[in-house]
């Protein structure tokens, strides 16, 4: 299976830190804006690649505008440790 790129994994993590910040589970978020539970974790996972309008879509859920939602995920970027989050998405262990 093809490894998510760093930006999706970014993504993916700063939409389940803002899910957490607000004390959401996925069913709850999903509910909030009717999406699919299944859609959320596979965002939230970095299994799913978002479209823009995606994006638009999903961040008024999260209290976000798009441009915070796209932010956010940069600056995990830049932090992301691509390595070691390919190795665990991938079920091997991290060596450290």
Do not use: C, F, H
Request: net charge negative; no cysteine; glycine share 8%.
């Amino acid at each position: 299976m093809p490894l998510a790129p760093p930006v999706q994994i970014a993504l993916g993590r700063a939409v389940k830190a803002r899910r957490d910040e607000l004390g959401l589970t996925q069913e709850q978020l999903a509910l909030r804006g009717g999406l699919q539970q299944k859609w959320i974790s596979n965002v939230e996972t970095g299994k799913r690649d978002l479209m823009y309008s995606s994006l638009r879509r999903l961040a008024p859920v999260l209290d976000l505008t798009t441009a915070e939602l796209i932010e956010r995920a940069e600056a995990g970027e830049r932090d992301l440790d691509v390595t070691d989050d390919r190795d665990s998405l991938a079920g091997e262990p991290t060596a450290g």
